[in-house]
């Protein structure tokens, strides 16, 4: 683990305790695209896991790995990478980083490379907490979006917007996540 990744650890174990809040135990959907899910973590994305069996450490695993580290949410300004966290495991890791190059107003391919840290970087500095309302903006769109596209999904709405307005208000709280990992 890098020097970077062990500074932001706090911050992922913070992400990863509300993340828990919105993704519970088993659960087998049949409107669910993701199939047969525990703790957030899908069947259809994880085919050779035992879904059922998978605990939560094995789970915490997986989200700092492939979503945490792959969307480099420890190269991010802290809320901003609670909020591209939690946007890669609800929506997928491409779509939160595109959400975030849209909200910065810059190429849009869905990599996190150093022209997307550097617009990061600047639009976090000029604009601040607006760049964390644009970016909560963007993804209530595409939940209208994917809602409009596959219209099953709408007895999801009511969830998904709660999680997002939770989040909201966690960020909003949060004036460091090193004070509350003490």
């Known amino acids: 683990m890098s020097d970077h990744l062990r500074q932001y650890q706090h911050v992922f174990e913070s992400a990863f305790r509300l993340l828990l809040e919105f993704e519970g135990g088993f659960v087998d959907d049949p409107d669910d695209s993701g199939g047969k899910t525990k703790y957030g973590i899908s ?9 059922a069996a998978l605990t939560k450490a094995q789970a915490k695993e997986i989200y700092q790995r492939d979503y945490f580290e792959a969307c480099k949410a420890h190269l991010m300004p802290e809320k901003m990478a609670v909020l591209v966290f ?18 910065i ?7 996190i490379g150093p022209n997307t840290l550097r ?3 600047q639009a976090n500095r000029v604009q601040g907490d607006n760049l964390f309302i644009e970016y909560q903006s963007l993804r209530a769109k595409q939940y209208a979006e994917i809602i409009a596209r596959r219209p099953s999904n709408g007895k ?8 997002q307005f939770k989040l909201q208000q966690y960020l909003s709280q949060q004036v460091s996540f090193a004070e509350e990992a003490l």
Do not use: C, E, H
């Open 119 to 121: 617009a990061l970087k």
């Open 105 to 111: 107003k810059t190429d849009v391919d869905g990599i």
């Open 156 to 163: 999801y709405a009511k969830g998904w917007f709660r999680r």
């Open 43 to 51: 069947q259809n994305a994880y085919p050779n896991l035992d879904i």
């Open 86 to 103: 939690d946007t890669a495991v609800n929506m997928g890791v491409r779509s939160a980083i595109k959400l975030l190059q849209q909200a």
